[in-house]
């Protein structure tokens, strides 16, 4: 089985207002997937059905052949656009906590990463700028051997040194079998590590095709499709 | 991973609760030498009658602190920890949400038994500094005494309140859970839904508190027990089992919440 992701005929609304509709869509292993569309277009909705954190209004969806619940997330890996870690912990909490909760976790890898930003394991995470919270976050994320990542708006709100930094981890640190749903604004900056590209708009999907695909048939890059097809 | 989750919700209560239950026993000790070493405790313009009063008022404001945060913490902490941002992390964990519910239920329960078990002591080193050892010893020995008589005569009776204490404190807890979960299905107009989620869970409660009283006053009189202890025995396990059903509805409705109407924003 090839997929990693499958979602059928998927809806979600939130009481009157629709996110998702009818969506249809399946992913494959072993790619870096790029999520865009407008704001408002459904993305953080799509990720957060993937994660287990909203509950589909209908329609279903599978990782891994299996339907959102405890074996799915122990192959997913979500990086939110939001700073979860509890305020009170020092890194070496939450480094304890990846280590107990994932067995995929690998603790050497995510001390050599922090290690390499100047993150001691005994730094407190309230005393974090949140530049540093959303790096500790990412390290935590891509330290899992995941079988599919999911990376909500990863480096927006940062320098382009950071984001080098973080595209730079998560490219050299992902499963070459796993896939990574990466949701962003900043097209330019991921293009040129993204294989496929899923553009939703209004809940629905818009687009779907290989980055090589879009350049061949449109003779643009990606970036440019995404400002000629959500045109305002 | 029950095991594991209960470990990180003591390590993440312990930040609260240890310093709160240093200062309380130390305020205590505190209390107890400028009670033991005042000069004249009446005449409060003295240094160490100050002393008493300042430390007395910290020893009872502690105090409530303790109990007030025991309780409630528990209720932010399972709120905080699940339907706001740290439910991003808490949420995605290879865990079932009854672990979630369970752990936080078992971790606030070994909170309450360390917070009494500190109270006991407090009280203990309030008795042995103020009246000495001797008085403490034959104010254990009274204890033990009533136990035995206690144990001797209504066992039932005693077990029965334990665990009458043990279930309605559960379905309170487990109540203000289902309530809390509540608010969060109805988070995209959460202030009106907050407010009626608070309003439902009163409601709740004055149901089953009167419902419950109504169900137990019909059993006491369709048995009609002849002795006090017999009463005892009854309203006790009356309201042990009713506590315990409420406890298994609300359990059953956080879980059903979680597992399917997360509406985390």
Known sequence: MNEILVCSDLCKNYGQKTALSHLELTLERGKIIGLLGPNGSGKTTLIKLIAGLLVPTYGSLTVGGNRIGVETKKIVSYLPERTYIPEWMKVKDILDFFEDFYSDFSRDRAVEMLTSLNIAVGDKIKTMSKGTKEKVQLILVMSREAELYLLDEPIAGVDPAARDYILRTIITNYNENASIIISTHLITDIEPVLDDVVMIQNGTLRIHASVDEIREKNQMSVDALFREVFRC | ?265
């Open chain 2, 1 to 265: 991973m029950l095991g594991k989750l209960i470990k990180h919700d003591m390590r993440c209560c312990s930040k609260a609760f240890i310093p709160m239950l240093v200062a309380y026993l130390s305020v205590c000790l505190l209390m107890v030498v400028a009670i033991r070493y005042a000069d004249n405790i009446d005449n409060m313009t003295s240094m160490m009658g100050i002393m008493v009063a300042v430390t007395t008022t910290a020893f009872v404001g502690l105090l409530y602190a303790l109990l007030f945060y025991s309780f409630f913490g528990s209720v932010s902490r399972f709120k905080k920890n699940l339907f706001t941002d740290e439910g991003y992390l808490m949420n995605t964990l290879p865990v079932k949400p009854w672990q979630h519910i369970t752990s936080k239920l078992l971790s606030s329960f070994i909170w309450y038994a360390i917070t009494l078990a500190a109270i006991f002591l407090s009280m203990a080193i309030l008795a042995v500094g103020i009246s000495g050892l001797d008085e403490i010893g034959r104010m254990v020995s009274g204890i033990i005494r009533m136990m035995k008589e206690l144990l001797k005569e209504g066992v039932g009776v005693v077990m029965l309140g334990l665990v009458m204490l043990l279930t309605s404190g559960v379905c309170v807890l487990l109540l203000l859970y289902f309530v809390t979960a509540l608010e969060n299905v109805f988070k995209l107009r959460k202030g009106v839904f907050g407010l009626l989620s608070f309003i439902a869970g009163v409601v709740l409660f004055w149901l089953i508190s009167t419902e419950g009283a109504r169900f137990v006053i019909n059993v006491v009189e369709a048995f009609d027990p002849k002795t006090t202890q017999g009463t005892l025995e009854l309203v006790f396990g009356c309201v042990s089992i009713f506590s315990a059903l409420f406890s298994v509805v609300f359990f059953i409705g956080t879980n059903y919440i979680i597992s399917h109407k997360l509406n985390l924003e």
